[in-house]
C-alpha cells in the first residue's frame, strides 16, 4: 500500500501485458507449494533455499498515545518501562508475541511487557496505540502523520528500535522467468 502499490500505474503502462496478483498479510508464504513468483518480507531472512534480494530497511519508532503517557507517564530510560502495557505484536514465524527492542549504546536489549492486547498486523497496533491502549513498535512510515498531528507520540527516541530490513524473495531457479525479472528489477528501484 505504501511502496508498491503506488507506482503500479506506470509499471503496468510499461508492461501491458502482465497481470499481478497482490496479497497482503503477515504469514509466511510457502513461495514454491503455493505457485507464488516473489514476496516482500520484513525481517532477517532465515529461508535459505529462496534468492533474497535487500530492498529497504525501514527505520522504527516506539510511540504512544498522550492519553496513554498521561496515565502510565513519559519513561525517560528504558528501565522507567516497569510500570508500562504493550500492545503485543504476534510472530507468524514463531507465534509467539514480540519483545519490545531497544538500542542502546549499540547493543540491543529487548524486553518484554504485558499486553492489554495482541495483534497480528500494524494497522491494528497503530489504532489500538491511538485508543491509549499501550506502547507499540512500528515503522515510521506507518505512524509518520500521526506523530506530525501529535495523535501519537515517540517514546525514548533516543533508544530506537532494530531496523526492520525489507527483502525481495523469490525460489532458486537457472532461468528466472521475464516477467518476473522485470518485476523484481523494478520493485528493487521502487525501493530504492
Sequence with gaps: RHFVLP???AFLTEYPDLQLHMGEGDRLVDLVREGVDCVLRVGDLKD???????????????CASLDYLGRHG????????????AIGF???ATGMTLPLEFLING????????STLTVASAA????????????????RYHVERDLASKTLVEV??????TPS???????????????VRVFVDWLAKAFA
Excluded at 49 to 62: I, K
Excluded at 156 to 161: D, S, T
Excluded at 165 to 179: A, C, D, E, G
Design 48 to 62: 535459505s533455499a529462496m534468492v533474497g534480494r535487500r530492498v529497504a530497511v525501514l527505520e522504527e519508532v516506539t
Design 124 to 139: 491494528p497496533s497503530v489504532a489500538a496505540a491511538r485508543l491509549g491502549l499501550g506502547l507499540i513498535p512500528v515503522p
Design 165 to 179: 530490513p525489507v527483502s525481495l524473495l523469490y525460489p532458486h531457479s537457472r532461468q528466472l522467468s521475464p516477467r
Design 107 to 114: 547493543a540491543l536489549r529487548t524486553i518484554v511487557l504485558p
Design 90 to 92: 504476534l510472530s507468524s
Design 156 to 161: 525514548l527516541p533516543g533508544y530506537p528500535p
Design 74 to 85: 513519559m519513561p525517560v530510560s528504558v528501565d522507567d518501562l516497569q510500570s508500562h502495557y
Design 7 to 9: 507506482g503500479l500505474p
